[in-house]
């Protein structure tokens, strides 16, 4: 297939998932693909299960910072190596709250294998985070073990240092002068 495992710098891997994108009947599924962003920054995070403990707090947590990472011209995208029914069924059961982006099914694992992220050994993937620019190129990635939630202000702060496209010294914060180049 030729597909490429993710390195910052490098175009994204490729995908087309399809995604939880609202509840309403007929109305629940579409096939998300990253050239749908092209010309936009985006977050995509993976998450390990729907059902779980740590994984909601990380999705709601990015919900609810949604319009920060608009301002900033960036999408949000979450993933999961669970079906689209189960984001459904965990969407409806009320746990998420009213989510605002779409969930994607890694449910083949292919994703998650090329993003660098698939953990074998639990058959789930990682807490794998990706801030690609409006090119398609992957400019940073975090990863987490199962057990440890990632932090959206972090998240914010990496997207704004990478979006001022000049060197951000140790602790920069918005509005604080960067290095220049």
């Known amino acids: 297939m030729g597909q490429h495992q993710a390195k910052v710098g490098q175009f994204a891997p490729d995908f087309s998932l399809e995604a939880v994108v609202g509840t309403e009947a007929g109305k629940e599924f579409r096939k998300i693909s990253l050239s749908d962003y092209r010309g936009k920054w985006l977050v995509l995070f993976f998450y390990p299960l729907d059902f779980t403990f740590v994984c909601p707090t990380e999705i709601k947590g990015f919900n609810d910072a949604l319009d920060a990472f608009k301002k900033l011209d960036a999408e949000v995208l ?11 069924a965990w969407i409806k059961r009320g746990d998420l709250g009213n989510l605002k982006y779409p969930l994607l099914s890694d449910f083949k694992k292919e994703v998650s294998e090329r993003y660098g992220i698939l953990d074998n050994k639990e058959g789930v993937a990682l ?55």
């Open 78 to 88: 979450g993933a999961s190596v669970d079906s689209k029914f189960s984001h459904l």
């Open 127 to 181: 807490r794998g985070l990706f801030i690609i620019d409006p090119q398609g190129v992957l400019q940073y990635q975090v990863v987490h073990n199962l057990d440890v939630g990632r932090s959206v202000e972090e998240t914010l702060r990496v997207l704004e240092a990478l979006q001022t496209g000049s060197l951000c010294p140790l602790g920069w914060k918005p509005g604080q002068k960067t290095l220049g180049k």
